[in-house]
């Protein structure tokens, strides 16, 4: 086993978030999943957007935004998702290489201009700083096997997946073959289970992985740990998630986060916050915090500590890569 | 003259801001115009972007910024610019429609993609909040006299001309016709007096269009007035500038603003801020301001005040478009 040249590479969507305040009324009148993500088509899409409000556009994708989280607390990080060669996908690229993040993921060719464009995601932020995320994937859903650069793979201390990707075919499929490549350098494998690995007909699949020891360290909220074990109390949760994944952490919003690894619980309360913004990338951003402390060798509660700092940071105002100096708040 | 059914018609760049963080060695190490603006070429521009940080991208243009504040403020605003069918594009024409301004320009076909894009403009905030504004026009400068509505432009009680836009041929030859058309329906013609407008060339056919009473309304700053009538002290060049413009109004950043009309001169103070964050838009948002009173039949002074209340918004956060409520701050 080589030594690994990076700490974390991660596969996730690659995608421009459109930010817009709404009201509670407007969640209700177009049916939205307050707090959750949805996947829209193209045309959904563009009617939900011609009745948002002004946005402001910044790069996101929910790994993505922990690799910059990551980069911003001096990790070494490397990004594989699928942009199209267009305006979106330029946006996401220069930001990602401005973070110091790896990304030569090559686009999707513009072509005849019939090809999917490069992905966003419209989220409505409501006056109490709670996202409804709403996401027209495009480009990102097309990334395949073929795309991935398995030296690089191989040369992360940890290989970071996001769980929004497990849902389509083809990702999902290259996902399984980087968990492969991973493995095979002796890397570990860490997963954020994103909501939508919980809908039927996903789940499965995923447990299957889990079962099969594909995951070595599992993030995921309360919600999610319930509804992947059946389980409605995190004690019972965390206990059968460890069963077969080493390390797992549960992100519990303002009441904090706990984990469990090597039989030993440990449970952290949320990082102080004045106020409450926009809670897009909270989870991002704890997972980038986490992942960051243990690439340098801190132990489990520090790891929670660094990332409960830096879910408190991206929460405090709009969008999700952090805008302060992340590296002195954490002082890894 | 038949009653007008707008307050305001603007013409401007219709460009998106691309907003970066930067210290002041990065505005020294690439030579800035810092707190001004400058034209750049497509692949210098592309250079600086390479170089910047991460950013948030949101539509802008100075014009275009203005009648988002007068719709804020409760005003009926209309646009008039050139985008290129593109996401830039789009992005462009959403946020116009969103705050409630008419905006039909028809977009620069993609075609085979040699036309030009949308313009963009890439802006470094200084940590004293200062802008350095880089625009990479695009479609912006190919606004010609053919893509005017003159029913729009006859409509609107007051025409609002951009400086920027009078620098390239095209848009400069559009602007004139539209004057014609403006007084022709017996409306009044603003005019804010864009840095660019006072480089050698373009001030003396700037000069000669207020010669020929081509303008009502002049908002300028005051490096601005001092350049366009090569005197040292405002109060000489308010003078100067009154002779030939019914309404003169200057504005000097902290230190307030100033307007002439009818022999009429009054100065007022800025309003209070707690903390300059961007001073992206503050000259766009005054003449919002300044404006949108003008149309509500307010009184010069109270005029002064809406536009000074507007600015000191804008200069509050990222961005040059309202993020607060504006109506109910200037109170009109």
Redesign the interface.
């Known amino acids: 086993m080589t030594q690994a040249s990076l700490d974390i590479v991660a596969m996730g969507d690659a995608i421009v978030d459109?930010i817009?305040d709404c009201d509670e009324d407007f969640i209700r009148a177009h049916n939205l999943p307050k707090g959750s993500m949805q996947l829209l088509t193209p045309s959904e899409a563009d009617e939900l957007?011609?009745a948002?409000?002004?946005?402001?556009?910044?790069?996101g994708g929910s790994a993505a935004n922990s690799m910059?989280g990551v980069a911003a607390m001096g990790g070494r990080a490397a990004f594989i998702g699928q942009i199209a060669e267009?305006?979106?996908g330029m946006?996401f690229e220069?930001?990602m290489?401005?973070?110091g993040v790896s990304f030569d993921t090559p686009p999707l060719p513009?072509g005849d201009?019939s090809g999917p464009?490069?992905g966003r995601c419209l989220i409505l932020v409501t006056p109490d700083g709670q996202r409804t995320m709403n996401t027209c994937p495009g480009a990102s859903h097309e990334l395949e096997a073929t795309a991935l650069d398995r030296d690089l793979i191989a040369s992360g201390s940890i290989l970071f997946l996001e769980g929004y990707l497990f849902g389509p075919e083809k990702p999902r499929a290259a996902m399984m073959e980087a968990i492969k490549v991973a493995h095979a350098a002796n890397r570990r494998v860490a997963f954020t289970l994103s909501e939508s690995v919980c809908i039927a007909g996903r789940k499965e699949s995923f447990s299957e992985m889990i079962e099969s020891g594909g995951v070595d360290l599992l993030f995921c909220n309360e919600d999610e740990a319930f509804q992947l074990t059946g389980r409605t109390d995190l004690k019972h949760a965390l206990t059968d998630l460890s069963i077969k994944v080493a390390t797992v952490v549960v992100t519990s919003g303002p009441e904090g986060a706990a984990a469990i690894e090597n039989g030993e619980r440990i449970a952290i309360p949320a990082a102080p916050v004045n106020e409450v913004v926009d809670t897009t990338g909270a989870g991002d951003l704890f997972a980038a915090g986490f992942l960051t402390a243990r690439c340098k060798g801190a132990t489990l509660e520090r790891c929670l500590w660094t990332g409960a700092i830096a879910a408190a940071e991206i929460i405090q105002h709009y969008?999700a890569?952090p805008v302060t100096d992340l590296k002195s708040l954490v002082k890894l």
């Open positions: 459109v817009a957007y011609a948002m409000g002004m946005a402001r556009e910044m790069s910059a267009d305006q979106l946006i220069h930001d290489h401005a973070l513009k201009g464009p490069t969008g890569r």
